[in-house]
């Protein structure tokens, strides 16, 4: 058997790649006997530096002392020492070597005590004598070489039998547990290709796969409360939504006159008939005899009134203006088609030319201007207004 130096399976000796994790067994060591798991290698030991040789304690000598008697030996007794014999002259016997002569110490003068004498130390009967430390040279010393320690693999029973189906790249047939090609290291499960989507399921957001549990009631709950909450919201806020829809078409859209089919005052002043407020001229105008008088416009077809132009006065002039009678305060009364009145309370400024109103009202059939303040009244004035005018939407 081969083991992984990867993950430690087990493989067989023919197989190049670990069936468990793929990876290449050419780096593992040599194959494993089954049943039996491979043993760490010793790590090697430095190799000690040579040294001298003691020898042997049968030919070790005795050490001496400086007296050159045997160590553990007691000296012997002091034996009297010769008489020394007389010195001839040395007129008569001049030296041979001067230069020796030269260097021998003056007489009286101290003699020259030399290097320091190392102290001498005996030794033991039966050790061999030390070696001077300073004598021996120093060598280099080789480091230890760390060794990691190898993996244990896992013992097998019996060698793998390769009769499973064949590998989809090389053909090597491999055993039903592998995960790659114990040849070429090719996966062997391959995973199945997802079926081809419809076409509508290509569109976003449809093309979106869901997985079971992966809160696709959720979605669901939360889309249902959100619909509802839309049609509850549109039920509630309709009117105000469709104002603001309308509103948003009467500003991006166009305008055009209108002219209503019928007009009526409540009361009119000698010469100056209700007519005069929708003929096109502000030469002429409906002369109201009091405040309170009204004048009623209708139209034949409802429509949707975005403005209303009103122009006050007796005429555009400005010193003619000033001489009769405007007002200053109306009420527009507006009624739709299903019979609903809209009431909105307008202020005119004190000066000639048009008095713009915006408005925004659906399915108008007619607009009534009702007089509440008027300024430069006086006896056989009467309140003018010179000319009305109405637009819609285009």
């Given at each position: 058997?081969?083991?992984?130096?990867?993950?430690?399976?087990?493989?067989?000796?023919?197989?190049?790649?670990?069936?468990?994790?793929?990876?290449?067994?050419?780096?593992?060591?040599?194959?494993?006997?089954?049943?039996?798991?491979?043993?760490?290698?010793?790590?090697?030991?430095?190799?000690?530096?040579?040294?001298?040789?003691?020898k042997?304690?049968?030919?070790?000598?005795?050490?001496?002392?400086?007296?050159?008697?045997?160590?553990g030996?007691?000296?012997?007794?002091?034996?009297?020492?010769?008489?020394?014999?007389?010195?001839?002259?040395?007129?008569?016997?001049?030296?041979?070597n001067p230069?020796?002569?030269?260097?021998?110490?003056?007489?009286?003068?101290?003699?020259?005590?030399g290097p320091?004498?190392r102290p001498?130390?005996p030794?033991?009967?039966?050790?061999?004598?030390?070696?001077?430390?300073?004598?021996?040279?120093i060598?280099?010393?080789?480091?230890?070489?760390?060794?990691?320690?190898?993996?244990?693999?896992?013992?097998?029973?019996?060698?793998?039998?390769?009769d499973?189906?064949?590998?989809?790249?090389?053909?090597?047939?491999?055993?039903?547990g592998?995960?790659?090609?114990?040849?070429?290291?090719?996966?062997?499960?391959v995973?199945?290709?997802?079926?081809?989507?419809?076409?509508?399921?290509?569109?976003?957001?449809?093309?979106?796969?869901?997985?079971?549990?992966?809160?696709?009631?959720?979605?669901?709950?939360?889309?249902v409360?959100?619909?509802?909450?839309?049609?509850?919201?549109?039920?509630?806020?309709?009117?105000?939504?469709?104002?603001?829809?309308?509103?948003?078409?009467?500003?991006l859209g166009?305008?055009?006159?209108?002219?209503?089919?019928?007009?009526?005052?409540?009361?009119?002043?000698?010469?100056?008939?209700?007519?005069?407020?929708?003929?096109?001229?502000?030469?002429?105008?409906?002369?109201?005899?009091?405040?309170g008088?009204?004048?009623?416009?209708?139209f034949?077809?409802?429509?949707?009134?975005v403005?209303?132009?009103?122009?006050?006065?007796?005429?555009?002039e400005?010193?003619?203006?000033?001489?009769?009678?405007?007002?200053?305060?109306a009420?527009?009364?507006?009624t739709?088609e299903?019979g609903?009145?809209?009431?909105k309370?307008?202020?005119?400024?004190?000066?000639?030319?048009k008095?713009?109103?915006?408005?925004?009202?659906?399915?108008?059939?007619?607009?009534?201007?009702?007089?509440?303040?008027?300024?430069?009244?006086?006896?056989?004035?009467?309140?003018?207004?010179?000319?009305?005018?109405?637009?819609?939407?285009?």
């Amino acid at each position: 058997m081969r083991s992984c130096p990867a993950c430690g399976t087990a493989n067989g000796e023919s197989d190049d790649f670990c069936g468990n994790c793929g990876s290449y067994l050419g780096w593992s060591s040599e194959p494993v006997r089954p049943g039996r798991a491979r043993e760490p290698e010793p790590v090697p030991e430095p190799e000690p530096e040579p040294e001298s040789t003691p020898k042997p304690e049968s030919v070790l000598e005795p050490a001496r002392d400086p007296g050159g008697i045997p160590a553990g030996m007691s000296e012997p007794e002091s034996v009297p020492e010769p008489a020394p014999e007389p010195t001839a002259n040395p007129a008569a016997n001049p030296p041979v070597n001067p230069a020796a002569e030269a260097e021998a110490p003056a007489p009286g003068a101290a003699p020259d005590p030399g290097p320091p004498a190392r102290p001498e130390v005996p030794a033991r009967p039966g050790q061999p004598p030390e070696a001077d430390p300073a004598d021996e040279p120093i060598g280099a010393v080789r480091p230890g070489k760390p060794v990691a320690r190898r993996p244990v693999v896992r013992p097998v029973a019996a060698d793998e039998a390769p009769d499973g189906p064949p590998c989809p790249a090389c053909g090597t047939p491999n055993l039903p547990g592998r995960k790659f090609c114990r040849r070429c290291a090719a996966p062997l499960r391959v995973r199945e290709q997802p079926a081809a989507l419809p076409w509508w399921r290509t569109m976003w957001p449809f093309r979106r796969r869901v997985r079971g549990g992966s809160g696709r009631a959720l979605r669901r709950t939360l889309l249902v409360l959100a619909v509802a909450g839309l049609v509850l919201a549109g039920f509630l806020f309709f009117p105000l939504g469709r104002y603001v829809f309308e509103d948003v078409r009467d500003k991006l859209g166009g305008t055009a006159e209108i002219s209503p089919t019928g007009v009526t005052a409540s009361a009119a002043a000698p010469g100056h008939p209700a007519s005069a407020a929708i003929d096109g001229l502000t030469n002429k105008y409906w002369g109201a005899p009091a405040l309170g008088a009204s004048l009623t416009c209708s139209f034949g077809t409802p429509f949707r009134l975005v403005g209303i132009v009103v122009h006050t006065g007796v005429s555009k002039e400005p010193q003619e203006f000033r001489r009769g009678a405007r007002p200053t305060r109306a009420d527009l009364l507006v009624t739709t088609e299903d019979g609903k009145v809209h009431r909105k309370t307008v202020t005119f400024t004190d000066k000639p030319g048009k008095q713009t109103v915006r408005m925004g009202i659906s399915d108008v059939r007619s607009v009534e201007l009702v007089l509440r303040e008027a300024a430069g009244q006086g006896e056989g004035r009467p309140v003018a207004v010179g000319e009305v005018e109405f637009f819609r939407r285009t």
